[in-house]
């Protein structure tokens, strides 16, 4: 089975869309979009952090994550193991040192790689540059921990569509408020659908320029 493992991140990582700016690894959850059924698979999580999980959605960084789970009474230890199976998106080009470093199994050498090659331009980027240090199944479940912002005025629909919890209808919002000029605007029109705590965790994965 070992020996199998390589292989099939190997194929992971060639099926994944190229457009694809939101890494996705099957064995991590979105805890903004997580069902309650499937937070409830993560080790340490009661029935009543679960509850706080879901209670202190949005979620708009890994580190507000991270402390509202230490509120919730989860020690240090029991936060390592969870976050080998839900975390909050990291965005490699404004995230900070203490946050890759909350990422299982990274430490000071590979948060260095993660910073060094800034500013990414895609998560095309991050595989070729990071690829370069660990195997392609390591590869495959760091992807799952971050994002690249895109581009609001050009990303494709496959784009746009890895943001967690973007479906078709506001896909088509995003798109028809095009050209944006500024993510205020942005904010604004999306704001007519859905509550200020969901603008702002859609606008964590975009920008206005750029990419």
Same mark, same amino acid.
């Given at each position: 089975?070992?020996?199998?493992? !390589?292989?099939?991140?190997?194929?992971?990582?060639?099926?994944l869309?190229?457009?694809?700016?939101?890494?996705?690894h099957?064995?991590?959850?979105?805890? @903004?979009?997580?069902?309650?059924a $499937?937070?409830? *698979?993560?080790p340490?999580? /009661? !029935?009543?952090?679960?509850?706080?999980? #879901?209670d =202190? &959605?949005?979620?708009? /960084?890994?580190?507000?994550?991270?402390q509202?789970?230490?509120?919730?009474?989860?020690?240090? $230890?029991?936060?390592?193991?969870?976050?080998? &199976? #839900?975390?909050?998106?990291? @965005?490699? @080009?404004?995230?900070?040192?203490e946050?890759?470093?909350?990422?299982?199994? #990274? =430490?000071?050498?590979?948060?260095?790689?993660?910073?060094?090659? &800034?500013?990414?331009? /895609?998560?095309?980027?991050?595989? &070729?540059?990071?690829?370069?240090y660990?195997?392609?199944?390591?590869?495959a479940?760091?992807?799952?921990?971050?994002?690249?912002?895109? @581009?609001?005025? *050009?990303?494709?629909?496959?784009?746009?569509?890895?943001? !967690?919890?973007? =479906?078709?209808?506001?896909? =088509?919002?995003?798109?028809?408020?095009?050209?944006?000029?500024?993510m205020?605007?942005?904010?604004r $029109?999306?704001?007519?659908?859905?509550? !200020?705590? $969901?603008?702002?965790?859609?606008?964590?994965?975009?920008? #206005?320029?750029?990419?």
């Open positions: 089975m070992r020996r199998t493992l !390589p292989l099939l991140a190997a194929t992971l990582l060639a099926t869309p190229l457009a694809a700016q939101v890494g996705k099957p064995a991590l959850l979105e805890p @903004n979009v997580a069902t309650e $499937e937070l409830a *698979t993560v340490g999580f /009661s !029935p009543a952090i679960v509850k706080a999980v #879901v =202190g &959605r949005p979620w708009l /960084s890994p580190t507000a994550f991270d509202g789970l230490a509120k919730a009474g989860l020690g240090p $230890e029991q936060r390592k193991a969870a976050y080998a &199976r #839900v975390f909050v998106h990291l @965005n490699l @080009n404004a995230t900070t040192k946050e890759i470093l909350l990422i299982p199994g #990274v =430490g000071a050498k590979m948060q260095h790689e993660f910073e060094e090659y &800034r500013p990414y331009r /895609s998560l095309a980027q991050f595989r &070729r540059e990071i690829g370069k660990v195997k392609p199944d390591e590869l479940r760091l992807e799952g921990y971050v994002f690249v912002p895109m @581009n609001l005025n *050009t990303a494709t629909d496959a784009d746009l569509q890895t943001i !967690p919890g973007l =479906g078709r209808r506001m896909l =088509g919002e995003f798109k028809e408020y095009r050209p944006y000029d500024t205020a605007r942005f904010e $029109e999306i704001g007519k659908y859905v509550k !200020p705590g $969901e603008v702002k965790r859609l606008g964590r994965y975009v920008v #206005v320029g750029g990419r």
